[in-house]
């Protein structure tokens, strides 16, 4: 069994930063590539960022490019996603997901991701 637990949400004023942790435990996690997903009440979960297994390909949701930074530890089994420059309209559940396909390609899109942490929230005022 697959288990992800995000930390570090919270409520922040806009400019402001956040580090979300994403732990992981069950599988091998340095063969995982891992993503970061938000939701906002009445709408679709959204791509964020993704990483590769070792680190070395990231991806970006054009929403928070030069802002948010995906980075993994996979000696301590933890994905992170820094968030700079914060922005009220960067307020959602912020969800990490695991891929065990064995790919070792980031993915965009929900569906590619076969577990999910239960979400931490992160509110940004203005």
């Known amino acids: 069994q697959v288990q992800l637990v995000e930390t570090g949400g919270g409520l922040v004023q806009a400019g402001g930063s956040l580090r979300l942790s994403c732990a992981a435990s069950?599988?091998?996690?340095?063969?995982?590539?891992m993503g970061w997903f938000r939701q906002t009440p009445g709408k679709e979960r959204e791509f964020v960022a993704a990483?590769?297994?070792?680190?070395?390909?990231?991806y970006y949701a054009d929403s928070v490019k030069g802002r948010f930074t995906i980075s993994r530890d996979n000696a301590k089994n933890t994905v992170y996603l820094q968030m700079n420059s914060l922005k009220p309209e960067d307020t959602a559940v912020y969800y990490c997901?695991?891929?065990?396909?064995?790919?070792?390609?980031?993915?965009?899109?929900?569906?590619?991701?076969?577990?999910w942490g239960q979400g931490t929230q992160v509110t940004v005022s203005s």
């Open positions: 069950g599988r091998t996690f340095s063969r995982i590539a």
């Open positions: 990483i590769s297994w070792g680190g070395a390909i990231t």
């Open positions: 997901a695991a891929d065990y396909s064995g790919r070792n390609i980031p993915e965009r899109r929900t569906y590619e991701y076969d577990y």
